[in-house]
């Protein structure tokens, strides 16, 4: 017994005890990290969206929440939180706990805002633990059936032979829609007078009045009004044609190599978030993604499923954010 007590007070055996607690202090949060991510999800997950109900954005989020409710075994509610163009949701997503409970649609806006607002409040990038993508959706080149152009030769040509150039019009200033017709602007060098509304639905409907000639106007917002004939198709801004308009040529293919612009959404999470959870979203997230309903309600808005991995949305929003920090330099767009 004696000697024992002389094993246990020799200092090399003290700093084995401490070596010993400093180690089990450090395993100690990653053990708990760990054992919480095999056990979740316990309760509902939250989806925030930074747009009001009823937009391409609530839509597809809606449709993807009640698949993910299904793989996860929980239900996953949309929290709508409007403002400052998806700025004020993106902000309480990465201000939330990394638990997996509070998830974000990071859309082609939050890669845009980057650079077109002064502060954002967040890091598009640090702030956010990428899961997966969730579709794109195309742009479509429309005019007022009263512009005599029905191509994108057409347009060039009527823009540049008009003393004013032409008109087009936005959902804002800094939205894809704007920005899309920025580009092809940067590309053209055409006089286009940028026209900024509040909104994609007036927009459109002083591009049916008259009131402005042309826009680059997500494919749901103009669909129906090209079935109907009120408005003329002149191209679609994605790489590849749309087999809902398979008439209508890609502005790449109308003369513009590379042309590719689409809005874009995805899921994300607070940084921090254990990759175990994430890993399990991202497989809940494609599996949904490639069921037929799923695939055929995306069709519908013309839009395209793309499945993938974190790592491939985090490379990709990166590229956005300096793609789209040029064009926003070069047409001089301002956040409202």
């Known amino acids: 017994m004696k000697r024992q ?3 246990s007070s020799t200092p090399q055996f003290a700093r084995r005890v401490a070596l010993a607690a400093l180690v089990a202090a450090v395993c100690a949060p990653s053990l708990v990290s760990a054992q919480s991510a095999a056990a979740w999800p316990q309760k509902p997950v939250t989806l925030v969206v930074g747009y009001a109900a009823g937009g391409a954005t609530d839509v597809i989020a809606r449709l993807v929440a009640t698949k993910l409710g299904e793989q996860l075994g ?3 509610v949309v929290d709508n939180r409007p403002g400052a163009n998806s700025n004020l949701g993106a902000q309480i997503v990465a201000k939330a706990a990394p638990d997996g409970y509070t998830l974000y649609v990071y859309t082609i806006a939050n890669t845009i805002n980057a650079s077109l607002y002064a502060k954002l409040g967040y890091d598009p990038v640090k702030d956010f633990e990428p ?3 969730i579709a794109k959706i195309p742009n479509i080149l429309v005019v007022n059936n009263n512009v005599p152009v029905k191509s994108v030769a057409d347009y060039i040509g009527f ?3 008009s003393k004013d150039g032409i008109t087009f ?3 804002g200033s800094g939205s894809s829609i704007h920005l899309s017709g920025e580009m092809f602007k940067m590309q053209t060098k055409l006089n286009m007078l940028h026209i900024p509304y509040k909104g994609s639905a007036p927009a459109v409907t002083d591009l049916l009045g008259g009131q402005v000639q042309s826009m680059f106007d997500n494919a749901p917002s103009a669909l129906p009004h090209v079935k109907a004939g009120k408005l003329r198709p002149i191209a679609i801004t994605s790489a590849q044609r749309s087999p809902l308009l398979p008439d209508v040529p890609t502005v790449a293919e109308s003369g513009f190599p590379g042309f590719d612009v689409q809005s874009w959404f995805s899921l994300a999470a607070p940084a ?3 990759q175990p959870i994430i890993a399990q979203l991202n497989a ?3 599996k949904a993604l490639a069921t037929p309903d799923v695939r055929q309600r995306l069709q519908d808005m013309a839009a395209t499923p793309e499945p993938g991995t974190p790592e491939q949305l985090r490379s990709f929003a990166q590229a956005e954010i300096q793609r789209w920090r040029e064009v926003v330099k070069q047409s001089g767009a301002k956040a409202e």
Request: hydrophobic share 45%.
């Open 169 to 171: 019009a936005s959902s």
């Open 284 to 286: 809940a997230l494609n």
């Open 131 to 133: 899961i997966g993508l």
């Open 159 to 161: 823009a540049k032979e």
């Open 5 to 7: 007590n002389a094993i």
């Open 74 to 76: 929980q239900p996953v």
């Open 272 to 274: 921090g978030t254990p």
